[in-house]
T-cell receptor
């Protein structure tokens, strides 16, 4: 079993839709979680960083962690075509801040 | 502000040839440095990390090696490339100046094709 699982999609939504991206993880010791956005042929860009359980909001983006079910989510409100990218979830593991990544979900927002 | 550079941006190499990819970080000191590989359509796999000059930890045994000759320089090398070494290589850093040591920031990547 992979430590972080993510549905690769692709996910296609109309502009303005609310997008829900999800990951599950297996290691209950994970405390820090990240969401990265990666445009085609570019390096990943850190979007959100959350600690433990709860919600964190930044503009149109909300990151949610449910440690009881080992479930992490990223919600995008009022999605735009510029949000079309691959979204990677990651969990921080170990003393040297090793990131364990999901496979990434490819999102397409069409006008 | 901090910036991270990688070069070359793209590279096509024959099987059995050597490899050297370079990563440098500006605007911070004593960063943690990381090398990841991303195969097509897959997530990122950590290859090496370094917490200081000359300190390298390997996550995946393979024909690649890493070195950190200077505080903000990280090099990924191979003596003989394999077809399976093809992929998108990403360098990342974490540390003081932007976020915390928990948050990793990635460079633009090097796309390597081994033929």
């Amino acid at each position: 079993q992979k430590e972080v699982e993510q549905d690769p999609g692709p996910l296609s939504v109309p502009e303005g839709a609310i997008v829900s991206l999800n990951c599950t993880y297996s290691n209950s010791a994970f405390q820090y979680f990240m969401w990265y956005r990666q445009y085609s042929r570019k390096g990943p860009e850190l979007l959100m960083y959350t600690y433990s359980s709860g919600n964190k909001e930044d503009g149109r983006f909300t990151a949610q962690v449910d440690k009881s079910s080992k479930y992490i989510s990223l919600f995008i409100r009022d999605s735009q075509p510029s949000d079309s990218a691959t979204y990677l979830c990651a969990a921080l593991s170990g003393g040297y801040n090793k990131l364990i990544f999901g496979a990434g979900t490819r999102l397409a927002v069409h006008p | 502000s901090q910036t991270i550079h990688q070069w070359p941006a793209t590279l096509v190499q024959p099987v059995g040839s050597p490899l050297s990819l370079e990563c440098t970080v500006e605007g911070t000191s004593n960063p943690n440095l990381y090398w990841y590989r991303q195969a097509a359509g897959r997530g990122l796999q950590l290859l090496f990390y370094s917490v200081g000059i000359g300190q390298i930890s390997s996550e995946v045994p393979q024909n690649l090696s890493a070195s950190r000759p200077q505080d903000r320089q990280f090099i990924l090398s191979s003596k003989k490339l394999l077809l399976s070494d093809s992929g998108f290589y990403l360098c990342a850093w974490s540390g003081d100046g932007q976020g915390t040591y928990n948050e990793q920031f990635f460079g633009p990547g090097t796309r390597l094709t081994v033929l």
